[in-house]
């Protein structure tokens, strides 16, 4: 499992999958460049993933 997760996360760094496979922790919804809000739009580069609108309680979630 570790060697998959380690794989993935370089596809995901090169840009290499369309969009983000399910290794994202339930209850955490992402969000693209265009619904994020705009204090959250300084880096364009980032096209989605964001996490925007995290009750604080999922912020120290593990």
């Not at 969009?19 to 300084?42: A, H, M, N, S």
Request: charged share 20%.
């Amino acid at each position: 499992m570790h060697q998959k997760l380690l794989r993935s996360a370089h596809y995901i760094e090169l840009g290499s999958y369309q969009y983000w496979p399910v290794l994202v922790p339930r209850g955490i919804r992402l969000y693209t460049y265009e619904q994020i809000p705009v204090f959250l739009k300084d880096n364009p580069y980032i096209t989605d993933g964001y996490r925007a609108y995290l009750p604080s309680r999922l912020c120290i979630k593990r």
